[in-house]
Each structure stands twice: as structure tokens, then as C-alpha cells.
């Protein structure tokens, strides 16, 4: 069983940047594709892409490729979501996920963070 934790969301203006992180807790994490979502009030959760378990293969959805970077650190048990030219729509709570059945690519998610909010304003 794995335990994710997001952090490093906040409020920032448009145009700004953040970088998300995600901690994973148990020792296989390494084995696993990963994938970052959101979640806008009164919407459903949005895939936003993800990385295969070496890091080597990220892949996004059209509306965030060009500002949007997902990498992994396996030594520290943790994946990233750079976001740059941040836009009041960008507004979400933001998850990471887990698929314990899938390295080479991410297909859906097993185990889910917390979630952090991210605030962009205008």
C-alpha cells in the first residue's frame, strides 16, 4: 500500500508558477507510473498526465503540455508537477495517483493523495 502526500500549492497571481510534489511512502514506488490530476469546484477530476516509472516518458493532456512538466525523483520517493503561466482557470484542488499495475505508462490510478489546493488569481 502506498500513501501519497501533495504539497506546495497556494495562492499565486496569473502568470506565476508553482511546483507540486508528491511523496510516496512505500518502497515500491519506483515500479509504479504515476499521474496528476485536478479537481475545479463543481467539476470532475481532470487528468492532467503522467510518467512512466523511470521518468523518461511523460506524457500530458493538450491543455496543459506547453506550461505543464511532470518528472520523478525515485531516490526520493517523489514526483513533481512543475506549472508555469499559471491562469485563474488553473484553479483546482491537484492529486497524485498511483497505478501499481502499470510502469511503462499510466493507466489509472490505485492509490491517491490527499490533495492540495492551488489558487490562481487574477
Known amino acids: 500500500q502506498e500513501q501519497l502526500v501533495e504539497s506546495g500549492g497556494g495562492l499565486v497571481q496569473a502568470g506565476g508558477s508553482l511546483r507540486l510534489s508528491c511523496a510516496a511512502s512505500g518502497r515500491t514506488f519506483s515500479n509504479y507510473a504515476m499521474g496528476w490530476f485536478r479537481q475545479a469546484r463543481g467539476k470532475e477530476r481532470e487528468f492532467l498526465g503522467g510518467v512512466d516509472s523511470s521518468g523518461e516518458k511523460p506524457f500530458y493532456v493538450d491543455s496543459v503540455k506547453d506550461r505543464f512538466t511532470i518528472s520523478r525523483d525515485n531516490a526520493k520517493n517523489t514526483v513533481y508537477l512543475q506549472m508555469n503561466s499559471l491562469r485563474p482557470e488553473d484553479t483546482a484542488v491537484y492529486f497524485c495517483?498511483?497505478?501499481?499495475?502499470?510502469?511503462?505508462?499510466?493507466?489509472?490510478?490505485?492509490?491517491w493523495g490527499q490533495g492540495t489546493q492551488v489558487t490562481v488569481s487574477a
Open positions: 495517483a498511483a497505478d501499481r499495475h502499470h510502469s511503462m505508462v499510466f493507466v489509472r490510478g490505485d492509490y
